[in-house]
């Protein structure tokens, strides 16, 4: 027999916090409508909100996200603010960077929300920079020397590359915004939309908005710069190939 009941959504700890939330609504409404003066006066004396978040079972906030066939989950901690000593941190261009920990992790990390233009690889064949990348990471180095706080607050995968998809916050700002307000960078929301952060998203779209009323960035997007790129490589590797040898009669 088919079961049609919907399952209970809520693990134990949950429910015992949706019980407990609802018998204090339930509460609160018989004190401000139901009890005496003297009475509702002691119990909002007696209760505070600190009282009753401490009571609640806590239950994560971060949404539910699913990663695709070509990424990890990410195992660092999510969606929460992370401290960062900027001397901790590497950077390899505008939208990269590797967060060298003390335990000896070495945490590359691409910025979400913001794609900046590229420098040479030369480990990779990119033999050149691309215009403005240079100063895409003269951007960001000069960003964290004036820096007092750095935060990450990292998502739920890891991106193809198995590198840390995150937000990053200077000073409590988002740096992605800052470095698309500053016509650094291309918005990349419209491409991968919030990825769970919908705020900070909205953030970079309304830099992004800002930026071109001065008109279009003065770079190609990056997306298509490497694409050209690893096609120049690709081509050169063919043509440095020896020729085969004809098949011996």
């Given amino acids: ?30 004190a401000v409508c139901f009890a005496g003066p003297a009475e509702s006066k002691q119990f909002k004396d007696s209760i505070s909100s600190t009282a009753i978040a401490s ?21 660092r901690p999510t969606f929460v603010r992370v401290d960062v000593p900027k001397g901790f941190i590497e950077t390899e261009d505008g939208d990269t960077v590797t967060i060298n920990w003390p335990d000896g992790d070495k945490e590359k990390v691409r910025f979400f929300g913001a794609d900046t233009a590229e420098v040479m690889h030369p480990e990779m064949g990119w033999d050149e920079d691309q215009p403005y990348g240079p100063d895409g990471r003269g951007f960001i180095i000069g960003v964290l020397v004036l820096a007092d706080s750095v935060q990450l607050a990292r998502g739920a995968c890891l991106d193809r ?17 800052m470095v698309v307000a500053a016509r650094l960078a291309y918005p990349t929301i419209l491409t991968y939309g919030p990825q ?38 690709e081509a050169r590797k063919k043509a440095e190939q020896p020729a085969s040898e004809p098949n011996a009669p």
Wanted: with cysteine; net charge positive; charged share 20%.
């Fill in 1 to 30: 027999m088919l079961n049609n009941q919907k399952a209970w959504p809520f693990n134990g700890e949950e429910t015992a916090g949706f019980i407990f939330g609802i018998a204090v609504v339930a509460v609160l409404i018989w």
């Fill in 55 to 75: 009571a609640i079972p806590a239950v994560s906030t971060a949404p539910a996200m699913v990663c695709e066939s070509d990424q990890k989950p990410q195992k």
């Fill in 161 to 177: 590359y198995n590198r840390t998809l995150a937000y990053l916050f200077v000073n409590g700002r988002n740096y992605s915004a």
């Fill in 196 to 233: 769970g952060f919908p705020t900070e998203a909205d953030e970079v779209t309304k830099a992004s908005v800002e930026a071109l009323k001065a008109g279009p960035l003065p770079f190609e997007n990056p997306h298509l710069f490497r694409a050209k790129t690893r096609a120049k490589v």
